[in-house]
Antibody, heavy 121, light 108 residues
């Protein structure tokens, strides 16, 4: 059974960097999947953040690209999100998820439970 | 960039009734790369449908998806108490792959 679990600070100050980690079990992060992040502001819909593939291929939401880094740590079977220069607009529930590689399987089939990050001084 | 518009915003129905949810794309969705997710309060989204009409593993057959091009539909044939939730569509044929704004199915 594939499981993903997000972790990281629940409170980040404006202008600082938001850092989250997603620990994966039941699936190797080196296997043929993309690993990604999605967020959901309180009471709102889902926003695709970006994805990372084992070979170093990344795809980022253009609206976040200049502030975003997604990376993987194969030794720990986990991947990470770093979002710099955060503002209150970055307050959201952050989900990590697994995505298939071929185009016809590029939906998110497994999700973490989500972690709430609040940006506030 | 493709924009997905879901309607209605809220659907008020009783258990046992049929639910029909719409997802309309601003441009044609290639090869029916359209997914539906269910999200219950306090839970992560769960994949229901991919490829516009294929049910994900373990999804009951009362859930069905249809459509192509720009118009897609999720149908729940007979609502069970556990089906009252928010449903999102997502197009995954282009990058970034957008989500629709969601339809809330609530108990009438």
């Amino acid at each position: 059974q594939v499981q993903l679990q997000e972790s990281g600070p629940g409170l980040v100050k404006p202008s600082e960097t938001l850092s989250l980690t997603c620990a994966v079990s039941g699936s190797s992060i080196s296997s043929a999947y993309y690993w990604g992040w999605i967020r959901q502001p309180p009471g709102k819909g889902l926003e695709w953040i970006g994805i990372f593939y084992r070979g170093g291929s990344t795809h980022y939401n253009p609206s976040l690209k200049s502030r975003l880094t997604i990376s993987i740590d194969t030794s720990k079977n986990q991947f990470s999100l770093k979002l710099s220069s955060v503002t209150a607009a970055d307050t959201a529930l952050y989900y990590c998820a697994r995505r298939g590689v071929p185009a016809d399987k590029s939906y998110f089939d497994y999700w973490g439970q989500g972690t709430l990050v609040t940006v506030s001084s | 960039e493709i924009v997905l518009t879901q309607s209605p915003g809220t659907l008020s129905l009783s258990p046992g009734e049929r639910a029909t949810l719409s997802c309309r794309a601003s441009q044609s969705v290639s090869s029916s790369y359209l997914a539906w997710y269910q999200q219950k309060p306090g839970q992560a989204p769960r994949l229901l449908i991919y490829g516009a009409s294929s049910r994900a593993t373990g999804i009951p057959d009362r859930f069905s998806g249809s459509g192509s091009g720009t118009d897609f539909t999720l149908t729940i044939s007979r609502l069970e108490p556990e089906d009252f939730a928010v449903y999102y569509c997502q197009q995954y044929g282009t990058s970034p792959p957008p989500f629709g704004g969601g339809t809330k199915v609530e108990i009438k």
